[in-house]
């Protein structure tokens, strides 16, 4: 994201879909935040010109108060080029020591050169009781 100048506007033409988002307790997790979710997103382009992904921040609210702020260059090690009509499916996850409220963006550039953001839909990251 480091190349970006100039505003960025939230794209209309941008959608972020949350697709399902998963406890998995088999996934390595460290001590002092022992809960592992999954989650699976989706980036559609639902605008007339082709988008690239530059960029990601997501926050990360626990339900104690701790917040995590994570961001960074594309999205999973890649920066997708998404036509018009298409989409962009992934999965990743975060780990919490509580129950947590997940939200943040994704920022791209327009075929022109603009560059854009859409928001990532809020959800919650709940331990389930049995865990």
Sequence with gaps: MSG????????EGLRVKVDDVIYMPSLDAPSEKP?????????HNDSPVPITIRGRKWV???DQGEIAVVEGDGVVGQTPLIEPGG?????SYHVVARGALASGAFFAETATGEWVFSRIPEFRLDVPEWA
């Design 87 to 91: 989409y962009f499916s992934y999965n």
């Design 60 to 62: 990360v609210q626990e």
């Design 4 to 11: 970006m100048v100039g505003k960025i506007r939230e794209f």
């Design 35 to 43: 809960h592992p979710f999954v989650y699976f997103i989706s980036i």
